[in-house]
Structures are given as C-alpha cells and as structure tokens.
C-alpha cells in the first residue's frame, strides 16, 4: 500500500499561481502512476492530470492544458501540481490518487485509482 498527502493549497487570487504537492510513503513510489483530481462546491469530482510511473508521459483534462503542470520525483517520493493562471472556476478540493501500473499507464478515471489522499483546499477569488 501507499499512503498520500496533498499540500500546498489555499486562497489565492485570480491569476495567481499555486503549487500543490503529493507525498507519498509505504511502497516504492515509482511503481504508481498518480493523477490529480478535484471536486468543486456542488460538482462531481473530475480529473485533472495524472503522469506515468516513469514522469515521461502526462496528460491533462482540457480546461486546464496550458495553465497546469504535473511532474514528479521518483527519488522524493512526490509529485506536484503546478498552477498557473488561476481562475475562480478552478476552486475546489484537489485530490492526488495513485495505483500501480505498468510502465506506461496513464488513467483518467477516478475507478482506475486504489488509493487517495484526504485533499486539499484550492479557492480563487475573482
């Protein structure tokens, strides 16, 4: 098993930048590809990036291609969540998620994932 914790968030201002980050502790990190996900007030959780075990292929939901970066390091046992360009509709509880995979398994689904971290808050405000 891995456990996770998110960090990082907080109350920000539009067109800010915040940097959130995904620790991990119990197996070895680099056996799990890890993704992002987030749940504003009233909404569905939806996801967000996610990036293989190696870090060499990502992917990320349309609305936030070009503002968000999601990275990782193997050796930290992190990944992060780089945010820029923040925009009121992008307040909600992000989530990291992760499950071990093959080596170059990106997943985009919350029921691909086996284990979550307990969130952390992100607001923008206009």
């Known amino acids: 098993q891995v456990q996770l914790v998110e960090a990082g968030g907080g109350l920000v201002q539009t067109g800010d930048s915040l940097r959130l980050s995904c620790a991990a502790s119990?197996?070895?990190?680099?056996?799990?590809?890890v993704g992002w996900f987030r749940q504003g007030p009233g909404k569905e959780r939806e996801f967000v990036a996610a990036i293989t075990r190696s870090g060499g292929t990502t992917s990320y939901t349309d609305s936030v291609k070009g503002r968000f970066t999601i990275s990782r390091d193997n050796a930290k046992n992190t990944v992060h969540l780089q945010m820029n360009s923040l925009k009121p509709e992008d307040t909600a509880v992000y989530y990291c998620a992760a499950v071990t995979s093959g080596y170059y398994f990106l997943a985009s689904t919350a029921r691909e994932y086996a284990y979550w971290g307990q969130g952390t808050q992100v607001t923008v405000s206009s």
């Open positions: 119990g197996r070895t990190f680099a056996d799990y590809a």
